[in-house]
C-alpha cells in the first residue's frame, strides 16, 4: 500500500498537450453589488450625489413571482373549448339563480335596513340570519377569537363570509357603490375605509377596535393583504387587523383545480364569472386555523404580530411570503393600461420600498409616469438615450454618472425598479430637501422666490458649460416655467420631488457659491 496523503486526488490527471479548461460561472443575482465592486471601467464613475451623503446604490434583484397573475385567462385547448359549449345553457341557468339570488339578497337587506338609523350599534337580531356551510375547522367563539384574518383569492369568500359567519367587514370606500352588492355589505355593518387617506385609515382602525371590544356586535372580518391574489403566495399584510391587540382566528380558502384557475387576478370580473358558471363544478376549500394571540399581555409590536399571522397562512397554504401589496397591482395596471408587453416587469414588491423609503403607493405611480415617458423597451428597460430625452438633457458627464448611478448591473440599460429605487434612495438623504430649498435660493436671486430662466441657465451651465438657449428652454419648462420666464419656488420645489436625480445638476453651483463665500471671507480676515 503507497504512503498517500488524505488529501491527494483519488485519480490522477493524465498527461495532455491541452491547457485546462476553465468555466466561471456568473451568478446572475449579484449584479446589484456596488459599482465599486468591480473592475470595469463603467464602475469607476464619480458618485453624483456623494455631496448628500448618499452612498452608491444597491437594488434587490426582481421578483419572479407574480401573485396577481391568473393562469388561465384564456379558453384554450379542444377540452375547454367544448366544455364552453356543452355549459352554455348551465352557464345561462346559472346566471339566471346568481340573479335571482342577488336579487333576494338585495331586497332582503333593503327590507332590514329599513328604517334603521343607528349605526353605532350592532343591528336587532330579527335584522340578520345566519347559513351554515361544510368547511375544516370550526370558527373560534367570538368570545375568544373576535377578528378573524383570510387570504382573498376571489368574489366568493366575501359571500361565504357572509353567510357563515355574518361579520362586520372591512371594505374599500368604492364597494358601497357597486349596485346590489353595495346595499348587501351594507347590511353587515362594513367598516369602509379610503387605503389613501391616513385618517380613514385611522378611522378604520379606532372602529375595528370599537367594534372588537364589545361582543354585542359581530366578528370583524379582514382581508389583511388588501387586495386579491392568485392564491400561489401570500403578500405582505395591513396592519389594521392587528393594531388593536385582539386574538385573532385565521381562515384560508383554496380553490383546487386543473383546467380553470378560479383567482381573481388582473382578469374582468365578467370574463372570471363566465368561466365559473361553464364549469361542470368548482372546488371551494375553506379551513379555520388555531388562533393567533398577541404576545406580552397585548402589547406586541402590530407589525411582528402581522408576521406571524402572515406565516400562519402562508404555512398551511404552503406557499411563500413576498413584500408585493396593492401598490404593486396598481403599477401593474398602469403598465398594462399603458400597452406594456411585460407588465409584470413593473412589480417592484411596494411593501419594501415603502418600509426602505417611506414614499407611497401614489408616488411609486407618479414615477412610473415618469419612467413611461422615456419610452422602454418590450422588455421593460429604458436605455441612456432615452433617459436623456426625457430629462431634456444632452449627453455630458455628470448625465453619465447619474444614469450610471441608477443602472447598477452596468449593462446600459435600466429597469423601473432601479429607476424607483434610485430617485427614492437621493430623495430619503437627510439634506436632499435643505439642498432643494438652497438650490431654489441660488437660482431666484431673491425676487420674490421667483425662479427665472436665465438665473436657472446660469446655474445648469455650471454643470453642463455647453447648453445651448433652447435646451435651457426645454429644462425650464421641465421646472413649471411660464411664458414669462418665471417659475414659483412651489413649482420648481415640486419638479425636483418628481425628479430627484436633477437634484445633481445644482451641486457645482452650491459647491461655487460656498466656496466664493468662503474665499471673501478668508480675503477680509486676511486685510
Given at each position: 500500500?503507497?504512503?498517500?496523503?488524505?488529501?491527494?486526488?483519488?485519480?490522477?490527471?493524465?498527461?495532455?498537450?491541452?491547457?485546462?479548461?476553465?468555466?466561471?460561472?456568473?451568478?446572475?443575482?449579484?449584479?446589484?453589488?456596488?459599482?465599486?465592486?468591480?473592475?470595469?471601467?463603467?464602475?469607476?464613475?464619480?458618485?453624483?450625489?456623494?455631496?448628500?451623503?448618499?452612498?452608491?446604490?444597491?437594488?434587490?434583484?426582481?421578483?419572479?413571482?407574480?401573485?396577481?397573475?391568473?393562469?388561465?385567462?384564456?379558453?384554450?385547448?379542444?377540452?375547454?373549448?367544448?366544455?364552453?359549449?356543452?355549459?352554455?345553457?348551465?352557464?345561462?341557468a346559472r346566471l339566471v339563480l346568481f340573479g335571482a339570488c342577488l336579487l333576494v339578497g338585495y331586497l332582503a337587506t333593503k327590507l332590514a335596513l329599513g328604517g334603521w338609523k343607528d349605526k353605532n350599534n350592532p343591528m336587532p337580531k330579527w335584522r340578520s340570519s345566519y347559513h351554515w356551510i361544510k368547511r375544516k375547522g370550526n370558527p373560534a367563539p367570538r368570545e375568544i377569537a373576535p377578528i378573524v384574518v383570510s387570504n382573498h383569492v376571489s368574489y366568493i369568500e366575501p359571500i361565504f363570509y357572509f353567510y357563515e359567519l355574518f361579520p362586520t367587514i372591512v371594505a374599500a370606500e368604492s364597494h358601497d357603490s357597486i349596485p346590489f352588492v353595495g346595499t348587501i355589505i351594507r347590511a353587515m355593518q362594513v367598516i369602509y375605509v379610503n387605503r389613501f387617506s391616513q385618517s380613514s385609515r385611522k378611522l378604520a382602525v379606532n372602529e375595528i377596535k370599537r367594534k372588537a371590544s364589545c361582543d354585542r356586535f359581530p366578528r370583524v372580518l379582514l382581508f389583511p393583504e388588501g387586495t386579491t391574489t392568485n392564491g400561489k403566495v401570500v403578500i405582505s399584510f395591513q396592519l389594521g387587523a392587528f393594531i388593536p391587540g385582539y386574538a385573532i382566528q385565521p381562515v384560508i380558502v383554496r380553490y383546487p383545480h386543473v383546467h380553470f384557475d378560479q383567482s381573481w387576478g388582473y382578469i374582468s370580473l365578467a370574463k372570471l364569472m363566465f368561466r365559473m358558471f361553464t364549469q361542470f363544478h368548482n372546488f371551494m376549500e375553506v379551513e379555520y386555523l388555531p388562533i393567533v394571540s398577541p404576545l406580552d399581555n397585548c402589547k406586541e409590536n402590530p407589525v411582528h404580530f402581522a408576521k406571524r399571522t402572515s406565516h400562519s397562512i402562508a404555512s398551511a397554504l404552503n406557499v411563500v411570503q413576498t413584500f408585493h401589496s396593492y401598490g404593486d397591482l396598481m403599477l401593474l395596471m398602469k403598465a398594462s393600461h399603458s400597452k406594456q408587453e411585460k407588465p409584470s416587469s413593473y412589480m417592484v414588491e411596494m411593501a419594501k420600498v415603502e418600509s426602505l423609503y417611506h414614499i407611497s403607493s401614489l408616488e411609486a405611480v407618479d414615477f412610473l409616469d415618469k419612467f413611461l415617458s422615456m419610452n422602454p423597451d418590450p422588455s421593460g428597460r429604458v436605455k441612456f438615450h432615452d433617459f436623456l430625452r426625457a430629462m431634456r438633457l444632452r449627453t455630458c458627464s455628470l448625465l453619465e454618472e447619474i444614469f450610471g448611478f441608477v443602472d447598477v448591473e452596468k449593462i446600459g440599460s435600466i429597469t423601473f425598479k432601479q429607476f424607483l429605487y434610485g430617485s427614492a434612495h437621493v430623495m430619503k438623504q437627510p439634506l436632499f430637501r435643505q439642498t432643494c430649498e438652497l438650490a431654489c435660493t441660488r437660482c431666484s436671486g431673491g425676487e420674490d422666490n421667483l425662479i427665472s430662466k436665465e438665473q436657472l441657465g446660469d446655474t445648469i451651465r455650471l454643470a453642463i458649460p455647453d447648453l445651448d438657449?433652447?435646451?435651457?428652454?426645454?429644462?425650464?419648462?421641465?421646472?413649471?416655467?411660464?411664458?414669462?420666464?418665471?417659475?414659483?419656488?412651489?413649482?420648481?420645489?415640486?419638479?425636483?420631488?418628481?425628479?430627484?436625480?436633477?437634484?445633481?445638476?445644482?451641486?457645482?453651483?452650491?459647491?461655487?457659491?460656498?466656496?466664493?463665500?468662503?474665499?471673501?471671507r478668508m480675503l477680509e480676515e486676511l486685510v
Amino acid at each position: 500500500m503507497t504512503d498517500d496523503s488524505l488529501s491527494s486526488p483519488l485519480l490522477q490527471p493524465q498527461p495532455s498537450d491541452h491547457p485546462p479548461v476553465i468555466l466561471s460561472i456568473r451568478d446572475n443575482h449579484n449584479h446589484y453589488y456596488h459599482r465599486h465592486n468591480s473592475n470595469s471601467s463603467s464602475h469607476n464613475l464619480r458618485n453624483p450625489f456623494e455631496f448628500l451623503g448618499s452612498d452608491f446604490l444597491s437594488v434587490p434583484p426582481p421578483s419572479t413571482v407574480d401573485p396577481f397573475r391568473n393562469n388561465t385567462p384564456k379558453i384554450e385547448g379542444v377540452y375547454e373549448v367544448l366544455k364552453s359549449l356543452i355549459c352554455l345553457p348551465i352557464a345561462l341557468a346559472r346566471l339566471v339563480l346568481f340573479g335571482a339570488c342577488l336579487l333576494v339578497g338585495y331586497l332582503a337587506t333593503k327590507l332590514a335596513l329599513g328604517g334603521w338609523k343607528d349605526k353605532n350599534n350592532p343591528m336587532p337580531k330579527w335584522r340578520s340570519s345566519y347559513h351554515w356551510i361544510k368547511r375544516k375547522g370550526n370558527p373560534a367563539p367570538r368570545e375568544i377569537a373576535p377578528i378573524v384574518v383570510s387570504n382573498h383569492v376571489s368574489y366568493i369568500e366575501p359571500i361565504f363570509y357572509f353567510y357563515e359567519l355574518f361579520p362586520t367587514i372591512v371594505a374599500a370606500e368604492s364597494h358601497d357603490s357597486i349596485p346590489f352588492v353595495g346595499t348587501i355589505i351594507r347590511a353587515m355593518q362594513v367598516i369602509y375605509v379610503n387605503r389613501f387617506s391616513q385618517s380613514s385609515r385611522k378611522l378604520a382602525v379606532n372602529e375595528i377596535k370599537r367594534k372588537a371590544s364589545c361582543d354585542r356586535f359581530p366578528r370583524v372580518l379582514l382581508f389583511p393583504e388588501g387586495t386579491t391574489t392568485n392564491g400561489k403566495v401570500v403578500i405582505s399584510f395591513q396592519l389594521g387587523a392587528f393594531i388593536p391587540g385582539y386574538a385573532i382566528q385565521p381562515v384560508i380558502v383554496r380553490y383546487p383545480h386543473v383546467h380553470f384557475d378560479q383567482s381573481w387576478g388582473y382578469i374582468s370580473l365578467a370574463k372570471l364569472m363566465f368561466r365559473m358558471f361553464t364549469q361542470f363544478h368548482n372546488f371551494m376549500e375553506v379551513e379555520y386555523l388555531p388562533i393567533v394571540s398577541p404576545l406580552d399581555n397585548c402589547k406586541e409590536n402590530p407589525v411582528h404580530f402581522a408576521k406571524r399571522t402572515s406565516h400562519s397562512i402562508a404555512s398551511a397554504l404552503n406557499v411563500v411570503q413576498t413584500f408585493h401589496s396593492y401598490g404593486d397591482l396598481m403599477l401593474l395596471m398602469k403598465a398594462s393600461h399603458s400597452k406594456q408587453e411585460k407588465p409584470s416587469s413593473y412589480m417592484v414588491e411596494m411593501a419594501k420600498v415603502e418600509s426602505l423609503y417611506h414614499i407611497s403607493s401614489l408616488e411609486a405611480v407618479d414615477f412610473l409616469d415618469k419612467f413611461l415617458s422615456m419610452n422602454p423597451d418590450p422588455s421593460g428597460r429604458v436605455k441612456f438615450h432615452d433617459f436623456l430625452r426625457a430629462m431634456r438633457l444632452r449627453t455630458c458627464s455628470l448625465l453619465e454618472e447619474i444614469f450610471g448611478f441608477v443602472d447598477v448591473e452596468k449593462i446600459g440599460s435600466i429597469t423601473f425598479k432601479q429607476f424607483l429605487y434610485g430617485s427614492a434612495h437621493v430623495m430619503k438623504q437627510p439634506l436632499f430637501r435643505q439642498t432643494c430649498e438652497l438650490a431654489c435660493t441660488r437660482c431666484s436671486g431673491g425676487e420674490d422666490n421667483l425662479i427665472s430662466k436665465e438665473q436657472l441657465g446660469d446655474t445648469i451651465r455650471l454643470a453642463i458649460p455647453d447648453l445651448d438657449d433652447a435646451e435651457i428652454h426645454e429644462l425650464f419648462k421641465l421646472f413649471g416655467g411660464n411664458d414669462d420666464g418665471r417659475a414659483s419656488k412651489e413649482t420648481f420645489m415640486c419638479c425636483l420631488k418628481k425628479n430627484p436625480l436633477l437634484i445633481a445638476l445644482f451641486w457645482p453651483c452650491l459647491v461655487y457659491k460656498d466656496s466664493l463665500e468662503c474665499g471673501g471671507r478668508m480675503l477680509e480676515e486676511l486685510v
